[in-house]
């Protein structure tokens, strides 16, 4: 079956610096993945949407210059939080769809920053 | 905009018992697709079952079922049976039914399911 591989699982990163997040598909291509953030007990919030060589989509709300995404192959995506602070702790997942199943949604593991 | 939305905040059930999780969406599409998710306390998410809005059958997966009422615009999931492994949130999710895969998911609330032994 189809598996995304998300890492890393945990990080703890100095306020003001930058983490990077990321997702592969490991046997498939995905021509788009997306990034949810999911706050303690709460649903999944979009972030945005990744498209393989083209800028993302930002869902309203979201900073694009905070959460840089970068999806420049078929099988990787990544998340950056830039000058993170403790307000962007919280836990994120990608998804992705393969190219020939477009319903297909496959969901990474799912990585928990900490800021401190 | 399309919305997902899960009354049932948590919803308990004896183990080996049925419980019934509720799921209302709003759409003006009328091609879409419906789906129910798990996520166990490990926080991965595993798809339960999926419905394409066009198909009048209720979806089935083993112990879990659907009740796909298109009209009502409701989308509930029975569990049977329940096991101590099935205590979980469980999200229901919208999709538009475009054919493309850059179709991005909408998620309900949320339902926790607790399971007593």
């Known amino acids: 079956g189809a598996v995304v591989s998300q890492h890393p699982s945990r990080v703890i990163c100095k306020s003001g610096t930058s983490v990077k997040i990321e997702c592969r598909s490991l046997d498939f291509q995905a021509t788009t993945m997306f990034w949810y953030r999911q706050f303690p007990k709460k649903s999944l919030m979009l972030m945005a949407t990744s498209n393989e060589g083209s800028k993302a989509t930002y869902e309203q709300g979201v900073e694009k210059d905070k959460f840089l995404i970068n999806h420049a192959s078929l099988t990787l995506s990544t998340l950056t939080v830039t000058s993170a602070h403790p307000e962007d702790s919280s836990f994120y997942i990608c998804?992705?769809?393969?190219?020939?199943?477009?319903?297909?949604?496959?969901f990474g593991s799912g990585t928990r920053l900490t800021v401190v | 905009a399309q919305t997902v939305t899960q009354s049932q905040p948590e919803m308990s059930v004896q183990e080996a018992e049925t419980v019934t999780l509720s799921c209302t969406y709003d759409t003006s599409e009328s091609d879409y697709y419906l789906f129910w998710y798990k996520q166990p306390p490990s926080r991965q998410m595993i798809l339960v079952i999926r419905q394409e809005a066009y198909k009048q059958q209720n979806a089935t997966e083993n112990r879990f079922s659907v009740n796909f009422q298109k009209a009502a615009k409701s989308f509930s999931l029975k569990i049977s049976d329940s096991q101590l492994g099935d205590a979980a949130m469980y999200f229901c999710a919208y999709t538009r039914g475009l054919k493309a895969a850059g179709n991005k998911l909408t998620f309900g609330g949320g339902t926790r399911v607790l399971v007593k032994p």
């Open positions: 998804s992705a769809c393969p190219v020939d199943r477009p319903y297909g949604y496959t």
